[in-house]
């Protein structure tokens, strides 16, 4: 089984910064992708920031220049967070894809959620 563990949300105020940490952890043979979503209570999760497998970064219009997402090993991610608006307020989740050392060998998994609440 392949778990995320993530961390690094909480309260901050308007301006501050934040940053968020996912480790996968598991019967890993390799990882192609990592990301960071977010959610707020009745809206759909949306795509925050995206490292693939390339090393190409992806990012949200509403994040562009405030977020930097970094793969500091083969098994973490990181999220940046600078000049924290309150419309960044939601619950963060990682998510990661790649292969297993043991069958089925695809893997897609979410970890729990981190919240990042952020005051005006």
């Known amino acids: 089984q392949v778990r995320l563990a993530e961390s690094g949300g909480g309260l901050v105020q308007a301006g501050g910064s934040l940053s968020l940490s996912c480790f996968a952890y598991?019967?890993?043979?390799?990882?192609?992708?990592m990301a960071w979503y977010r959610q707020a209570p009745g809206k759909q999760r949306e795509l925050v920031a995206e490292f693939l497998s390339d090393g190409t970064t992806n990012y949200a219009e509403s994040v562009q220049g405030r977020f930097t997402i970094s793969r500091d090993n083969k098994n973490t991610v990181d999220l940046q967070m600078n000049s924290l608006k309150p419309e960044d307020t939601a619950v963060y989740y990682c998510?990661?894809?790649?292969?297993?050392?043991?069958?089925?060998?695809?893997?897609?998994?979410w970890g729990q959620g981190t919240l990042v609440t952020v005051s005006s």
């Open positions: 598991g019967t890993i043979l390799s990882i192609d992708s």
């Open positions: 998510f990661a894809n790649g292969l297993k050392t043991v069958l089925p060998r695809p893997f897609e998994v």
